[in-house]
């Protein structure tokens, strides 16, 4: 299988530039035709641009806002709220393909001679702990074929795909997989201890396709775990599981470890 | 999303698909051109599912300031308008007749990929990619149920993905499963309605959880009609009419 070409710089980059023009934003805010609709049309008021605020008031001022945000958030305590942790966690994944599940199964269904709309690949791999210990599960979902792209010699998927951590539940992601470099996928839920996880994962792709490493950012769920957290061993070619994590002796997996 | 070629369908906009089909995939370049440019049923749609009124999750302290800047946007609904467009230069879509029937059956799939532009039309986006699920025919709509499951690619700012039900025969919503970059932990649901089937769908966004969106995302949409097409420009992909890195 090929090995990984150089990669791009990560999508997370572009992120944060975009994250720094809020000026811009707040510019638009009072004016944009748009921006106003929802609010008449949903009957919601907008929150002034200050940032330093969570709420959600008809106030622009933030003077007024403050005032009217603690009378607001008063009234609004009575109700059994369920706060929502808003912080993020990291989880590193190692997913491996041993070529042991009979996966990938291309699906040429294009009947075409080059991959094209039309060719699905259902796929499962294992899953092993960013520090390569232990081993966690599987990867089970589909990836269908959007594009052949030449001049980067290779392909657009949209995946559709689940993490299995044995007892602990799994993780449910979509996106985008390129053969090419790395991308960010969407966290579109989860069971167990990742209900209501959302947020986004970088795919890290070190060998075509053998070999992936996963950086998810999760929100909405309780810390993690510790067996889960270990250091991530850094990413590389030659990067496999521990003998242990390998030949799944009980020391090497997760409480039953997806098979 | 464009689902099956029209010359499996009636070929006739607004008119939903007959129910008998002798299918084959056909290329792209066969399909009829759309001649009744009525359109879809109208399918009104409760607005008050869009709107829910969340109370504030957070204590309003200094403590919020060490979370996200963006906490200020988080609660409220944001919409989006984009057009996806089939521009048939993309193969799409591929109708995989799995189910070996003469009739649309459960067991048919059909992958697609279709352009976006901004709600005005005057800007390139990037594209849906994604998968159609046929899970009935109903005669009686003249049209089939399918399961979609896909995402909206806007180039660097980063993709929406979505899944939910689409019936050629009437408008639906969608549910908003998440997103990355500036999309990142975004939820709610999306309006799909079809203008012209399969080729022309407008959709409506409503985002919750999200940073406010950049200007240049935000506009007043053409009204949807048979007629809508993008600019010139943004069909070009000339630089002033695309978004930085607009996802072909």
Do not use: W
């Not at chain 2, 180039?155 to 979505?162: K, L, M, N, Q, R």
């Amino acid at each position: 299988m090929a090995l990984s070409t150089s990669l791009k710089p990560i999508s997370s980059v572009k992120l944060a530039e975009h994250r720094n023009s809020p000026p811009r934003s707040l510019r638009v805010f009072g004016s944009d035709f748009s921006y106003s609709k929802p609010c008449e049309f949903h009957g919601l008021s907008i929150s002034s641009p200050n940032e330093t605020s969570s709420f959600f008031t008809s106030s622009r001022s933030s003077k007024r806002f403050t005032t009217s945000a603690f009378f607001f958030n008063k009234n609004k305590q009575a109700e059994p709220a369920t706060p929502k942790p808003t912080k993020v966690q990291q989880l590193h994944v190692y997913e491996l393909n041993e070529r042991d599940r009979s996966s990938p199964a291309v699906l040429k269904l294009s009947q075409k001679p080059i991959n094209s709309l039309g060719d699905l690949v259902p796929f499962t791999n294992k899953l092993y702990s960013g520090d390569l210990q232990k081993r966690i599960g599987i990867t089970a979902g589909l990836c269908v074929l959007i594009q052949h792209v030449p001049e980067r010699k290779g392909d657009r998927y949209e995946a559709t795909y689940s993490f299995y951590f044995g007892d602990y539940g799994h993780l449910a992601v979509q996106g985008p997989y390129l053969t090419y470099e790395d991308t960010l996928l969407a966290v579109t839920g989860g069971s167990g201890i990742f209900e209501g996880a959302y947020g986004q994962v970088k795919l890290h792709q070190i060998v075509f396709p053998m070999k992936l490493f996963y950086t998810f950012y999760l929100k909405g769920i309780p810390d993690l775990p510790a067996e889960l957290l270990g250091n991530p061993v850094p990413p590389s070619p030659a990067v496999e599981p521990s003998a242990a994590a390998k030949a799944t002796e009980p020391h090497g997996t997760i409480l039953n470890f997806t098979k | 999303m464009a689902a099956s070629s029209s010359a499996v369908s009636s070929g006739i906009i607004g008119k939903p698909r007959s129910t008998s089909t002798t299918l084959s995939f056909l290329p792209a370049s066969s399909i009829k051109l759309i001649k009744n440019p009525s359109l879809t049923q109208n399918h009104k749609l409760s607005t008050s599912n869009c709107s829910t009124f969340s109370a504030p999750k957070q204590d309003f302290t200094c403590k919020s300031q060490a979370i996200s800047s963006d906490n200020s946007a988080l609660e409220k609904v944001q919409e989006l308008h984009v057009y996806e467009m089939n521009e048939r230069d993309r193969g799409s879509p591929a109708y995989l007749r799995l189910s070996q029937k003469s009739v649309n059956s459960l067991g048919d799939l059909v992958p697609f990929s279709n352009k976006i532009y901004k709600g005005d039309l005057e800007k390139r986006i990037g594209i849906t990619a994604g998968i159609c699920i046929l899970i009935e025919n109903k005669p009686e709509m003249k049209g089939d149920r399918y399961e979609a499951i896909f995402s909206f690619y806007f180039g660097s700012y980063g993709h929406i993905a979505v899944q939910g039900p689409y019936l050629t025969y009437e408008d639906t919503y969608l549910a908003i499963t998440g997103g990355s970059g500036i999309f990142e932990g975004v939820s709610g649901q999306v309006k799909l309605h079809q203008i012209v089937f399969p080729f022309k769908i407008f959709y409506t966004f409503y985002l919750k959880g999200i940073g406010e969106l950049p200007a240049e995302l935000l506009c007043k949409p053409v009204e949807p009609h048979a007629g809508v097409e993008a600019v010139p420009a943004a069909k070009a992909c000339e630089p002033h009419a695309t978004v930085a890195g607009f996802t072909n």
